[in-house]
């Protein structure tokens, strides 16, 4: 009895001691920052550490909001261009069978990115579409790498839930890792942040995650 | 007992009350990590205290030994507190650091160097005491410029990162938009931080007192360091034991929260989507009519707005649902029950729901449309599941409303469920007959209108 629970006990330590040195690292050597390698999908704890840098923690805010933010932090200008097919359902029809909700175009040179939304969408789905192209600029997945030699780790899901991470040009970005190095997970992550988003702004001062900050020990 | 030994059994008894005080706290309110660890280390204080009371030491290197490993305690506790606030404590439920030091980045560093510097500084301290060693444990003796060597690097170190974490609790205690019981937690903190800089300030101080004031003066001076001392850790263990008795306890629960992240809003965006697609899209042939001809229906019983805005839901998403059976791709009569199931749990919470409602609510109203997807899908989805569940043959005995019944009668004229079927399970009653009848007059007025032309 005594034998198993000493089993029990050690590697949970184990585990414990390596995930305090490896928060200990991340922190004060910031591998997280620069160093490429793996990581997980975002956080609503690393979201809302996204939102106090963006000054939209704690408060009730939209999309609208998030776009000024994200605009005034990147320091790019960023346009939602709403395409009125609401008045032309040939334009609807159209762009419901395409299958696309949005679109994001992003020019470095420009500093500009642009997100075109059919109006006809449904609030919910608008403003989900809308928040989910912003995360690919928050991630700065427009600002990776494509086909930087790692082709064969592409589709490489690692254990656990973690995903290799691709180098990035030059630019901007709020997310504290690297973008994902694959396709599905960036576009996995962008509809988390705008899950995380859509939420935080509903819920404003009484989102749990907002006084989680502030809850040190 | 000497004066140092008597300072001792002083220090390990104010170690002792805080390590069961805590205890005690621990096991009324709720056991944490940090709690776990701060018991350990006020237990471990008092160990070494006490040996400090027992052995006594003689000899300057046993002194500068026992001087330098009672200090250890202080370290650990300050090492942890820096690191939880960058978010790289064990006792974290993530790896974020707290607010103030978000707002702050150079903070981020600076807290995250405490383990290395503190014992960088310990160890530097021990190896000058031993190098050159001085009374440590003689509080009232003078005492050569070696022992400022051996005392300042750990008090200095001390006192600079207990300052900086109780200016991040501090910072953290100001904020406004923290919950009332967290500022002051975290207020509470910020006193037992600033306490224990003080505890390493009064330390410094001593040591340079011992080096260069003298006589009966440097005795008076000392003792009434050691008093203040001592006031200043029981403040600081109190303060510290009263932060941890206070609890935040959050208006909406993880649980429910990490529910709608992940499962209730990509199902709920994926089926509005998928309605939007296929309506839109022209996919659902034949809804468009029948929505229009629900809704003079609707006009002429007089319903409200809500259910009118049910009816029309409950339409689109019978449409859907069908389309994917048939066609593949949209939202399957499973993924809608689940979906359902999540809606009802969700929606319940008394503030999540109310809020979610509001936010599509005022969406809709600031795009001035679309009015039908601010509706709660929850009575819809439910008319749509209820009559497009094929495995219930029998009739329901429930009685359903006008809404309701329109919505089969619509469904039904648009080919989208059995006549038959459905006569056999909701046909028998005033509601359907109402129902089939006001349809009927809609669809001629309809019908006629198209014809009359203006």
Request: a positive charge; glycine letters at 8%; proline letters at 5%.
């Amino acid at each position: 009895m005594a034998l198993d629970a000493f089993r029990i006990r050690v590697p949970e330590a184990a585990r414990e001691f390596s995930r305090l040195i490896r928060g200990w690292r991340e922190n004060f050597a910031g591998a997280r920052a620069g160093a490429r390698g793996d990581r997980g999908f975002i956080t609503p704890e690393n979201f809302q550490e996204e939102l106090i840098v963006l000054g939209l923690s704690g408060r009730k805010f939209g999309a609208e909001d998030y776009v000024s933010a994200l605009s005034d932090f990147l320091g790019i200008s960023i346009s939602v261009h709403v395409i009125p097919d609401a008045g032309y359902p040939e334009l609807a029809r159209r762009l419901a069978l395409s299958g696309r909700l949005g679109e994001i175009r992003y020019s470095d040179e420009l500093g500009l990115a642009a997100i075109f939304v059919p109006e006809s969408l449904p609030p919910l789905v608008f403003d989900l579409t809308v928040f989910h192209e912003l995360g690919h600029l928050a991630a700065g997945d427009l600002l990776a790498v494509e086909g930087s030699g790692e082709a064969a780790a592409l589709d490489r899901e690692l254990s656990a839930g973690m995903f290799p991470t691709t180098s990035v040009r030059q630019g901007k970005r709020l997310a504290r890792g690297l973008p994902f190095a694959v396709e599905t997970a960036r576009e996995q992550e962008a509809n988390l942040r705008a899950s995380y988003a859509f939420i935080a702004g509903c819920l404003g001062g009484e989102n749990p995650y907002v006084h989680g900050m502030y809850e040190v020990l | 007992m000497s004066a140092a030994q008597q300072q001792a059994l002083v220090l390990g008894f104010i170690c002792l009350s805080a390590a069961f005080m805590l205890t005690a706290v621990l096991a009324l309110t709720r056991v944490s990590k940090f709690g776990i660890f701060a018991v350990a280390n006020f237990l471990l204080g008092a160990a070494l205290f006490g040996t400090q009371v027992v052995f006594g030491f003689s000899g300057w290197r046993s002194e500068i030994l026992a001087a330098s490993v009672v200090e250890l305690p202080a370290v650990f506790l300050i090492s942890w507190v820096c690191l939880a606030q960058v978010g790289g404590g064990p006792n974290r439920p993530s790896s974020s650091p707290s607010e103030p030091v978000v707002r702050r980045p150079w903070l981020r560093g600076v807290l995250g160097w405490a383990p290395v510097a503190l014992l960088v500084s310990w160890a530097f301290a021990v190896l000058v005491g031993l190098a050159w060693p001085s009374p440590a444990m003689q509080p009232y003796a003078s005492a050569p410029v070696q022992f400022v060597l051996f005392k300042w690097p750990i008090s200095i170190s001390q006192t600079v990162y207990a300052g900086l974490a109780a200016a991040v609790f501090a910072m953290a205690a100001m904020s406004r938009s923290s919950a009332p019981v967290l500022r002051l937690r975290n207020g509470a903190f910020s006193i037992s931080m600033v306490s224990l800089a003080l505890v390493g300030g009064e330390s410094a101080l001593i040591a340079g007192v011992r080096w260069w004031v003298a006589g009966q003066r440097r005795r008076e001076i000392i003792d009434s360091l050691l008093v203040f001392e001592t006031i200043i850790a029981v403040v600081c263990f109190a303060f510290l034991v009263f932060g941890l008795t206070l609890r935040y306890t959050p208006v909406v629960a993880a649980a429910v929260l990490r529910k709608v992240h992940t499962g209730w809003l990509p199902a709920r965006e994926r089926l509005e989507s998928s309605v939007w697609q296929a309506v839109a899209g022209g996919r659902t042939r034949g809804v468009a009519r029948v929505t229009y001809r629900v809704e003079e229906a609707a006009r002429l019983a007089e319903l409200p707005q809500s259910d009118t805005e049910r009816a029309v839901a409950a339409i689109q998403l019978i449409a859907v649902m069908r389309a994917s059976s048939t066609k593949g791709g949209g939202v399957t009569p499973d993924a809608a029950r689940e979906l359902y199931d999540m809606e009802k749990e969700i929606l319940r919470d008394d503030v999540l729901g109310p809020k979610i409602q509001a936010f599509l609510r005022r969406r809709a109203d600031t795009r001035n449309s679309q009015s039908l997807y601010a509706a709660p899908l929850e009575d819809a989805l439910k008319a749509a599941l209820d009559l497009t569940d094929t495995h219930k043959g029998e009739a329901d005995a429930r009685a359903r409303p006008l809404w309701f019944h329109l919505v089969a009668v619509a469904s039904a004229d648009a080919g989208l469920i059995d006549k038959g079927d459905l006569w056999k399970r909701f046909g028998n009653g005033s509601e359907s007959s109402a129902a089939t009848e006001v349809y009927r007059t809609a669809k001629g007025r309809l019908r006629s209108q198209v014809f009359g032309g203006p």
